[in-house]
Protein backbone atom coordinates (compact mmCIF):
# COMPACT_ATOMS: atom_id res chain seq x y z
CA UNK A 1 0.00 0.00 0.00
CA UNK A 2 1.17 2.77 -1.10
CA UNK A 3 1.23 6.89 0.66
CA UNK A 4 -1.22 8.06 -1.37
CA UNK A 5 -3.43 5.41 -0.77
CA UNK A 6 -3.64 6.14 3.60
CA UNK A 7 -3.85 10.02 2.32
CA UNK A 8 -6.74 9.15 -0.04
CA UNK A 9 -8.57 7.38 3.05
CA UNK A 10 -7.40 10.01 5.68
CA UNK A 11 -8.91 12.80 3.37
CA UNK A 12 -12.51 11.17 3.96
CA UNK A 13 -12.16 12.11 7.60
CA UNK A 14 -11.62 16.27 7.73
CA UNK A 15 -11.71 17.42 11.12
CA UNK A 16 -14.17 17.20 13.23
CA UNK A 17 -14.47 13.03 12.19
CA UNK A 18 -11.77 10.94 13.25
CA UNK A 19 -10.85 7.66 11.78
CA UNK A 20 -9.49 5.54 15.06
CA UNK A 21 -6.25 3.26 14.24
CA UNK A 22 -8.32 0.11 14.54
CA UNK A 23 -10.32 0.90 11.44
CA UNK A 24 -7.04 2.02 9.25
CA UNK A 25 -5.70 -1.47 10.13
CA UNK A 26 -9.22 -2.67 8.89
CA UNK A 27 -9.03 -0.44 6.21
CA UNK A 28 -5.76 -1.03 4.71
CA UNK A 29 -4.61 -4.14 6.06
CA UNK A 30 -1.53 -3.05 7.67
CA UNK A 31 -0.65 -2.86 11.77
CA UNK A 32 -0.38 0.55 13.53
CA UNK A 33 3.37 1.04 13.36
CA UNK A 34 3.84 0.99 9.46
CA UNK A 35 0.45 3.12 9.30
CA UNK A 36 2.08 5.36 12.01
CA UNK A 37 5.31 5.67 9.82
CA UNK A 38 3.27 6.39 6.80
CA UNK A 39 1.36 9.04 9.07
CA UNK A 40 4.63 10.37 9.99
CA UNK A 41 6.12 10.68 6.67
CA UNK A 42 3.13 12.84 5.35
CA UNK A 43 3.28 15.02 7.95
CA UNK A 44 7.03 15.60 7.22
CA UNK A 45 5.85 16.04 3.69
CA UNK A 46 3.70 19.06 4.72
CA UNK A 47 -0.33 17.00 4.81
CA UNK A 48 -2.10 18.92 7.37
CA UNK A 49 -2.44 15.11 9.67
CA UNK A 50 -3.95 16.03 12.80
CA UNK A 51 -4.53 13.61 15.39
CA UNK A 52 -6.19 12.91 19.16
CA UNK A 53 -6.95 10.02 21.74
CA UNK A 54 -9.94 9.49 18.84
CA UNK A 55 -8.25 9.24 15.98
CA UNK A 56 -6.89 10.76 13.24
CA UNK A 57 -8.19 13.56 10.88
CA UNK A 58 -7.27 16.28 8.01
CA UNK A 59 -7.63 19.73 9.33
CA UNK A 60 -9.34 22.03 7.64
CA UNK A 61 -8.02 25.49 9.87
CA UNK A 62 -5.06 26.19 11.39
CA UNK A 63 -6.93 25.30 15.06
CA UNK A 64 -7.66 22.28 14.58
CA UNK A 65 -4.22 21.22 14.49
CA UNK A 66 -3.43 22.68 18.22
CA UNK A 67 -4.50 19.37 20.17
CA UNK A 68 -1.84 17.44 17.38
CA UNK A 69 0.90 19.78 18.10
CA UNK A 70 0.72 20.02 22.18
CA UNK A 71 0.89 16.33 21.88
CA UNK A 72 4.03 16.07 19.70
CA UNK A 73 5.41 19.19 21.62
CA UNK A 74 5.10 17.03 25.03
CA UNK A 75 6.30 13.75 23.38
CA UNK A 76 9.75 15.30 22.13
CA UNK A 77 10.62 17.11 25.38
CA UNK A 78 10.11 13.41 26.99
CA UNK A 79 12.33 11.92 24.41
CA UNK A 80 14.57 15.18 25.11
CA UNK A 81 14.73 14.66 28.51
CA UNK A 82 15.35 10.39 28.11
CA UNK A 83 18.06 11.29 25.61
CA UNK A 84 20.21 13.59 28.03
CA UNK A 85 19.69 10.76 31.00
CA UNK A 86 20.88 7.88 28.67
CA UNK A 87 23.89 10.38 27.44
CA UNK A 88 24.48 10.93 31.66
CA UNK A 89 24.31 7.28 32.27
CA UNK A 90 26.94 6.58 28.78
CA UNK A 91 29.52 8.88 30.31
CA UNK A 92 29.21 7.61 34.07
CA UNK A 93 29.81 3.76 32.53
CA UNK A 94 32.78 5.73 30.13
CA UNK A 95 34.47 7.51 33.50
CA UNK A 96 36.65 5.08 35.27
CA UNK A 97 35.67 4.43 39.11
CA UNK A 98 37.69 6.65 41.70
CA UNK A 99 37.95 5.71 45.33
CA UNK A 100 38.03 8.30 48.18
CA UNK A 101 41.52 10.09 46.85
CA UNK A 102 40.47 10.02 43.47
CA UNK A 103 42.61 6.54 42.46
CA UNK A 104 41.23 5.37 39.40
CA UNK A 105 39.68 1.88 40.43
CA UNK A 106 39.96 -1.29 38.33
CA UNK A 107 36.41 -1.68 36.00
CA UNK A 108 33.78 -3.48 37.92
CA UNK A 109 33.95 -7.49 37.67
CA UNK A 110 37.56 -7.16 36.52
CA UNK A 111 38.65 -8.82 39.94
CA UNK A 112 36.52 -11.53 39.96
CA UNK A 113 37.95 -14.79 38.81
CA UNK A 114 35.65 -17.20 36.83
Do not use: N, W
Not at 13 to 33: D, I
Not at 48 to 53: H, L, Q, R
Request: glycine content about 8%.
Amino acid sequence: MTQQILLGILRRYPHPQRVTQATLTHLTGLRGEPTRKMIHDLRVEGHPIGSDSRGYFIALAAGDLDVTIAHLAGRAAAISVALQCVRKAQAELRAPERDLFGRSLPPLGSYVSA
